[in-house]
């Protein structure tokens, strides 16, 4: 079973940044996907961005594209989201999740999540 440890949320003001963490433990897939979703309460869940062990491919939310980024250590265990410039629209808890192979945000795909990471940013 895979496990997540999350971590790097806040609270900060518009136009700064964090950096969230997601180490995973236990994975045994082949090549797998790691995604960052966002939920806010009453509202669907959102990926935000995601990238594939195998070749590094990366993919982004239009409204996150310039903003964040997403990468992983060479271990392949961390993937890391760095988020600049940030609005208060992406305040939300934020989750990790894997996949096998390579499903971008088709939630349904994904199998294990970490436990979250709040990101509140103040205007």
């Known amino acids: 079973e895979v496990q997540f440890v999350e971590s790097g949320g806040g609270l900060v003001q518009a136009g700064g940044s964090l950096r969230l963490s997601c180490t995973a433990s236990?994975?045994?897939?082949?090549?797998?996907?790691i995604g960052w979703f966002r939920q806010v309460p009453g509202k669907e869940t959102e990926g935000v961005s995601c990238?594939?062990?195998?070749?590094?491919?990366?993919y982004y939310e239009d409204s996150v594209k310039g903003r964040f980024t997403i990468s992983s250590d060479n271990a392949n265990t961390t993937v890391y989201l760095q988020m600049d410039n940030l609005k208060p629209e992406d305040t939300a808890k934020y989750y990790c999740?894997?996949?096998?192979?390579?499903?971008?945000?088709?939630?349904?795909?994904?199998?294990?999540w970490g436990q979250g990471a709040q990101v509140t940013v103040s205007s």
């Open positions: 236990g994975i045994t897939f082949d090549d797998y996907t």
């Open positions: 990238i594939k062990r195998s070749d590094g491919t990366t």
């Open positions: 999740g894997i996949a096998a192979g390579y499903v971008q945000f088709l939630m349904g795909g994904y199998d294990y």
